[in-house]
């Protein structure tokens, strides 16, 4: 049974940090590219960040360029996304999700698997 587990989610102040986690298990993990996504209330699910199997290749949303980072341990089965400079428009439950495919994909329909997500909430 394939899982993967969203954690590091909270509230913080406009201009702070956050590091959120996905721990994954049941899948071969080093075979997946790993997709961070979000969805405001009202609004569809939108694409955050994307990495390759082995970390080398990263994608990014204009819109967190330059401020998030994703990164991953495959000896840990686990990826990351490290959120900067946060904005109150970064407020969103935010989901990883797992793609088995060599191409880093933007789209939600290409991924096999979703977290549950982990609520962030940035405050003004």
């Known amino acids: 049974q394939v899982q993967l587990v969203e954690t590091g989610g909270g509230l913080v102040q406009a201009g702070g940090s956050l590091r959120l986690s996905c721990a994954a298990s049941g899948l071969p993990f080093s075979n997946y590219v790993m997709g961070w996504f979000r969805q405001a209330p009202g609004k569809e699910r939108e694409f955050v960040a994307v990495?390759?199997?082995?970390?080398?290749?990263?994608d990014y949303a204009d819109s967190v360029q330059g401020r998030f980072f994703t990164s991953r341990d495959n000896a840990k089965n686990t990826v990351y996304l490290q959120m900067n400079s946060l904005k109150p428009e970064d407020t969103a439950a935010y989901y990883c999700?797992?793609?088995?495919?060599?191409?880093?994909?933007?789209?939600?329909?290409?991924?096999?698997?979703w977290g549950q997500g982990t609520q962030v909430t940035v405050s003004s």
């Open positions: 990495i390759s199997q082995t970390g080398g290749r990263t």
């Open positions: 999700a797992a793609d088995f495919r060599i191409s880093l994909s933007r789209r939600v329909s290409e991924y096999d698997y």
